[in-house]
């Protein structure tokens, strides 16, 4: 059973555009963590969040956080190649049970 | 934040052989997890490596196939036990309190 929506599933756009991931739950979460992974590699955690209604940024990515704590957002401006990768929210649930989403394969061409 | 290193980082191994993957973190961490990831897509929790007790495992997974240690706070290994093809796949240990943080993954191919 999956725990977590992400979604979309795949997206393919071109560079310079923007493109928002959402990552939902009926659950609240003790804290999110959204993860970038490249082919070859494990993933590499981008930021964690745990404040509801928290909002970060990091460069051209913006990370909401649901004031009920059970959504997240994901946010890219001006999508680069470089950013190419698969996307991955991770809810942590009473503060040690991790579920994963389902991932968000992002390609931007150029 | 943690640094995580597994080996091996890829094998290729005969059906009914069995690998032990080795997982090792730079700092103690509370909790250590594995996981299996198809290529492209995302990760399913195997199992969560307890220190000084039996690892808890989830639904599909059991301890025969792929039993579990941890010795102490900062390593842990997973045995794939009597291999067939249909584990073929990345295997991806991930440390930390709060946040994980994911070693490079072990590809393994079973022939």
């Known amino acids: 059973t999956q725990l977590l929506e992400q979604s979309p599933q795949f997206l393919s756009i071109q560079e310079g555009e923007n493109l928002t991931v959402y990552c939902n739950s009926s659950?609240?979460?003790?804290?999110l963590q959204w993860y970038r992974q490249e082919p070859g590699e494990g993933p590499v955690l981008l930021v964690t969040v745990v404040t509801g209604g928290e909002v970060k940024k990091l460069k051209r990515l913006t990370f909401q956080f649901g004031d009920a704590r059970k959504d997240s957002s994901l946010h890219i401006t001006a999508a680069q190649p470089g950013d190419t990768g698969l996307y991955l929210c991770?809810?942590?649930?009473?503060?040690?049970?991790?579920?994963f989403g389902a991932g968000t394969r992002l390609t931007v061409k150029p | 934040s943690a640094v995580i290193s597994q080996k091996p980082s890829r094998d290729i191994c005969q059906r009914g052989t069995s690998l032990t993957i080795q997982c090792q973190v730079d700092?103690?961490?509370?909790?250590m997890f594995w996981y299996r990831q198809q290529p492209g897509q995302s990760l399913t929790l195997i199992a969560t490596a307890n220190q000084g007790s039996e690892a808890t495992y989830e639904s599909g997974f059991v301890i025969d196939k792929f039993p579990i240690s941890r010795p102490n706070l900062t390593f842990s290994t997973l045995t794939v036990s009597n291999m067939s093809p249909e584990d073929s796949s990345i295997y991806l240990c991930?440390?930390?309190?709060?946040?994980?943080?994911f070693g490079p993954g072990t590809r393994l191919l079973v022939l």
């Open positions: 991930s440390g930390g309190d709060e946040t994980q943080y």
């Open positions: 659950s609240v979460f003790s804290s």
């Open positions: 991770a809810g942590l649930y009473n503060n040690n049970d991790m579920r």
């Open positions: 700092s103690q961490v509370t909790m």
